[in-house]
């Protein structure tokens, strides 16, 4: 379906070439959408946005060689994380990217020089090719995500010892670290090492089990949605944050308590029906759920650039309105089902 558009990005030697690219996905995507292909079609989505992401890092990477920018490191990875990480982008998705490296410690310096600078480099490209900047700054660009191994693992003890509630943030934001490019095994390991550490902290788990309640998902008792009632999106629904995000999460704290080692979401829910860990009629309404939020988040994502998670409830049609609802009350069920093993740890 989307071919034509990954086949141009192979050749693309510029911003204008890329941001063509990009503008080329939404068109496509408005010719194939469909519910009854979203498996094949969001492969496909992820496929593009990988490509143009190997693309600007490549070309940030001969940049920053060219200009004989501090010490190429000996190993490096371009990773990302978020919705990208989890292979679950929608069209206009924003950038959550970071940098591992390994070098002696005598070229370090050298060779954060060289990091910095290509990190700069790529995250000016892909805003200039329509990837807003991420509004958690969680970019290559800032030190938090681009750092050497040591440094990194220091970094993460930090957040495993802290325990605060902007610590548990980072540590599931890091656990959808997956390599797109450079030296892949750098960010596997590294994804690895905090699953394994995190698995091995029982109360660290519990308390990251107890941040999977929240957001709350927006669906009253009586199956009323609770649309925003205020400001510029009132009337509408985020998606993100009305069930799509809670289910993200709760598989993700099921995969680390049961030391599941997939990267993505879809992989998380089939592996743990697989192990037995996730029941195989919430796995089913799951695998349901994940669809209709990812269906109608691409479908309206092409419509708008700003406010692109926002929906107002009135344009989706009854159909929809009644996947959603059903979707909604799915999250809800998971999210219960994390606070009983939650609860079960403290006993």
């Known amino acids: 379906m989307l071919a034509a558009v990954t086949d141009r990005l192979k050749t693309a030697e510029s911003v204008t070439d890329l941001r063509f690219c990009h503008d080329e996905l939404v068109r496509e995507l408005r010719r194939w959408l469909a519910l009854e292909h979203i498996e094949q079609l969001a492969e496909e989505v992820v496929g593009v946005h990988e490509a143009m992401f190997r693309r600007v890092f490549f070309l940030a990477e001969q940049e920053t060689v060219k200009g004989a920018v501090g010490i190429r490191p000996s190993a490096w990875c371009w990773y990302v994380m978020g919705s990208i990480g989890r292979r679950e982008p929608t069209v206009w998705t924003d950038q959550d ?39 958690g700054y969680v970019m290559a660009t800032n030190k938090r995500w681009a750092q050497s191994m040591s440094d990194w693992e220091r970094q993460l003890s930090s957040y495993l010892d802290g325990g605060w509630p902007n610590d548990l943030r980072f540590l599931y934001i890091a656990m959808d ?66 069930g799509y995000v809670q289910i993200a999460n709760a598989l993700k704290w099921l995969a680390c308590l049961t030391r599941v080692p997939a990267v993505t979401t879809l992989e998380r829910q089939r592996m743990l029906a697989e192990s037995g860990a996730l029941p195989s009629a919430l796995s089913i309404d799951v695998q349901e759920a994940l669809a209709v939020y990812y269906y109608i988040r691409l479908k309206y994502s092409t419509e708008v650039e700003d406010g692109r998670e926002y929906v107002l409830w009135q344009t989706l049609n009854r159909a929809e309105q009644k996947q959603l609802k059903q979707a909604m009350r799915t999250a809800k069920r998971l999210q219960r089902f994390v606070a009983r093993r939650v609860v079960g740890m403290y006993e």
């Open 177 to 242: 670290m997956r390599p797109l490019y450079g030296d892949v095994e750098l960010a596997d390991a590294g994804r690895r090492a905090l699953f394994a550490e995190v698995a091995d902290r029982p109360l660290l788990l519990a308390r990251m089990g107890e941040h999977v309640q929240f957001p709350r998902v927006p669906l009253g008792w009586f199956g009323n949605v609770q649309t925003e009632r205020w400001g510029p999106h009132s009337g509408a629904i985020h998606m993100k944050q009305s």
């Open 97 to 135: 990217h970071g940098i591992l490296f390994t070098c002696v410690r005598e070229e370090e310096k050298g060779c954060y020089e060289f990091i910095r600078h290509m990190a700069a480099i790529g995250t000016k490209m892909l805003y200039e090719i329509g990837y807003p900047y991420c509004s």
